[in-house]
């Protein structure tokens, strides 16, 4: 019997899928699965409030509110299947929405929006009840309440609190609630996403597809004095919205909780199966990579993508997945133009170190978690960790077919901390188009080209910046937070106990792990005060973890390896090993005074010993919003499981003191678990 608990991996939002569903299953293989861009959530057309019915509608103009329907329904459907060439049959939870794909239900449609725009939504849970919902006997730490939800709007600086992005309710079989995202005027434009977020069902739901993009879409020019919104520099390129998941789906004998599998241990559904995800057990370390299952980018397994020789296009990049970390690379395939007919997992990596073997492209990134960045980092591999979000700019310098792989990862550097080999997620068949050698030149031309048309008064400033290093200075959304900014200090520990069995997951807010909590609904971890600048030290005592903190992003100061060198700097060299050198990690190369709201906390210690830990300092401002709301672990199984910790902002004059529950902070219900 195989050690399980939760395992998961990485959104984008790039595609849906365009094949027949209902299509033989020995067919499968011969019809290439092409993608395109998830489906744009539309209006709902349901009528304004009762109580607003007799008011005047506002003048003719541009929608600045929309309201939008999901509901959370049980879908049977199909996933196919590269081992053996057939599509299986699944019954997942999942959003229904007003223009969900009916072909590819497990990924949730794409949310738009503007600063300056309201959107609601109508979240409706019709799933069966279940009693762990509402009796109270459970374990707020021990994974229950799956057909609980509520939603989340990650990466979105908007209100906490109330009908905004409140986590802390729980929207039970049969209620439904409407969220209310008011988006500020000066809200940076961006790639975001959203998923649900009900703790201790977080990680079942967001693997089973519960999770779609969120995008920001601005056209603020920019001045000589202020930042504009990337977008408008990029709106010439075709975008390509993609979403990255694992779906863990697993195959059961009647009566048994243990998945069926091949000689190999890969997963295995037989004729006439419906797979589900029903329970934590198949989420353990190392059990994504067991169960040879492949990720799926917007619904679709081994999806093929299609452009031109030398187009620049922008790949909006979002991991929304929970137990994988994927090292996107692109490699020129030699020998072959097609996948064989079946592809399980030996097959796999015979077809990678066989056909995989051509030039890797170098790409840009231009943005991370929706803000963009003071100069686009050109890399061959973009590392995302669950809860990510990269955009890229990416153009192909010859015709041919090229492996989009998910390429090794160190052990400390990837969710399963097993050093996984390369994995293939898909192929880009790329037309005859005009050629390029130099891909630095031909983005500064193109770049330079769209500035010229889209913001004449500034281009000559913008294409100085593109020349000098490919600088994106006019279109940063926040300024650096200086020393003299500073106004206190935080820490943080990620911990995992494991002397006792269950292990037991906590936070500790000292830099000393044996002060580590597990979650407790009715406590509040920390008080923060409006208008303060902290600086957070950040660090992993067993395992990595990536932390994500609600509301505020964060700046990047420093990443500092167990020998003391910080690694974060564009030019550093991550190769820390306890014995010597190691094999180099990229990916916090470049991250120095990056912004970001999500973060690998990369650790090498084992039980019993603090040798190997890396050291993380950030910088944020608590600007805006008061109330309470959560950081956490974004394994998201390890949150569910109490890797999550209760926080407020609260005013600086308040009674801070008599504030001790994040009931009491937001003057809500306790969501008792």
């Known amino acids: 019997m195989r050690k399980q608990n939760v395992d998961i991996a990485g959104i984008l939002a790039v595609a849906a899928l365009i094949w027949p569903i209902a299509q ?36 003719a103009g541009p929608a600045r509110e929309k309201l939008l329907d999901l509901n959370i329904v049980y879908t049977a459907s199909k996933l196919f299947n590269p081992a053996t060439n057939s599509y299986d049959k699944v019954k997942l939870r999942s959003y229904n929405g007003t223009d969900v794909s009916p072909d590819v239900p497990y990924v949730s449609p794409t949310i738009e929006a503007a600063p300056g725009h309201t959107i609601r939504i109508n979240l409706n849970n019709q799933l069966p009840g279940e009693a ?86 601005g056209d603020r020019l920019p001045t000589h004095g202020r930042s504009g919104d990337l977008d408008v520099l990029l709106k010439p390129l075709r975008e390509r919205v993609q979403v990255f998941q694992q779906i863990q789906y697993a195959c059961y004998e009647p009566g048994s909780r243990i998945p069926k599998t091949n000689p190999d241990g890969t997963y295995r559904c037989d004729e006439g199966d419906t797979g589900e995800i029903e329970d934590y057990a198949i989420f353990g370390p190392g059990e994504w990579l067991a169960s040879g299952r492949y990720t799926s980018v917007n619904g679709a397994v081994l999806p093929t993508f299609r452009t031109s020789q030398g187009e620049v296009e922008r790949w909006r990049l979002i991991h929304a997945g929970v137990r994988d970390t994927i090292a996107l690379k692109f490699v020129k395939m030699a020998n072959v133009t097609a996948l064989p007919q079946k592809l399980d997992r030996a097959a796999a990596e015979k077809f990678i170190h066989e056909s995989c073997i051509g030039a890797t492209v170098p790409f840009h990134l231009v943005a991370a978690d929706g ?26 310098p010859e015709s041919g077919t090229y492996c989009v792989i998910n390429a090794a990862a160190t052990r400390a550097g990837s969710v399963n901390g097993l050093g996984p080999p390369e994995r293939l997620i898909g192929t880009v068949e790329v037309a005859p188009g005009q050629p390029f050698t130099d891909i630095d030149r031909h983005l500064v031309d193109t770049l330079s080209a769209a500035a010229t048309e889209e913001m004449p008064t500034i281009a000559a400033a913008v294409t100085a910046d593109l020349n000098d290093g490919l ?24 911990q995992i106990d494991t002397s006792g069995n269950p292990p037991v997951f906590g936070v500790s807010n000292s830099l000393n792990p044996a002060e580590r909590q597990p979650y407790d609904p009715d406590r509040l971890d920390r008080k923060l005060a409006l208008g303060a600048v902290e600086e957070w030290t950040l660090q992993s005592r067993l395992a990595s973890h990536p932390f994500h903190i609600h509301v505020n992003p964060f700046q990047i100061i420093s990443i500092i390896d167990p020998n003391g060198k910080d690694v974060s700097a564009s030019d550093a060299i991550d190769n820390y090993s306890p014995t010597g050198t190691g094999v180099e990690d990229p990916q916090y190369r470049g991250l120095k005074n990056v912004w970001k709201d999500t973060l690998w906390i990369k650790s090498l210690a084992t039980p019993g010993s603090a040798v190997g830990m890396y050291r993380i300092k950030i910088r944020t401002r ?33 009674n801070v003191n008599t504030l001790n529950s994040p009931q009491a902070v937001n003057g809500q219900q306790a969501h008792r678990h």
């Open 471 to 494: 600088k994106l200075s006019k279109f940063t959304p926040h300024p650096d937070i200086a020393d003299s900014e500073v106004t206190g200090q935080q820490e943080l520990t990620f």
């Open 24 to 59: 033989d299953a020995a067919m499968a293989q011969d019809v290439v699965r092409a993608v395109d861009n998830p489906r744009v959530l539309q209006p709902s057309s349901e009528p304004r409030s009762k109580v607003l019915m007799n008011t005047l509608e506002p003048a």
């Open 622 to 654: 608590y600007q805006r919003y008061i109330g309470a709301f959560v950081l956490h672990c974004h394994i998201l199984d390890h949150e569910d499981q109490g890797m999550m910790q209760n926080i407020a902002i609260v005013l600086p004059d308040g």
């Open 371 to 396: 803000l963009t960045m003071a100069a686009a980092q050109k890399v061959d591999v973009a590392t995302l960790q669950p809860g990510y979000r990269f955009d890229g700019l990416v153009a192909f």
């Open 132 to 217: 762990s919902c509402t009796s109270g006997g459970a374990h707020p730490n021990e994974p229950h309440c799956f057909n609980g939800t509520n939603l989340h709007a990650h990466g979105l600086w908007i209100n906490p609190a109330g009908n905004g992005d409140n986590v802390l309710l729980s929207i039970n079989p049969g209620v439904g609630f409407q969220y209310e995202y008011n988006i500020p005027s000066d809200h940076p434009a961006g790639t975001y996403w959203y998923h649900t977020h009900r703790h201790g069902s977080t990680a079942l739901q967001v693997s089973s597809g519960m999770a779609g993009a969120l995008i920001i879409r």
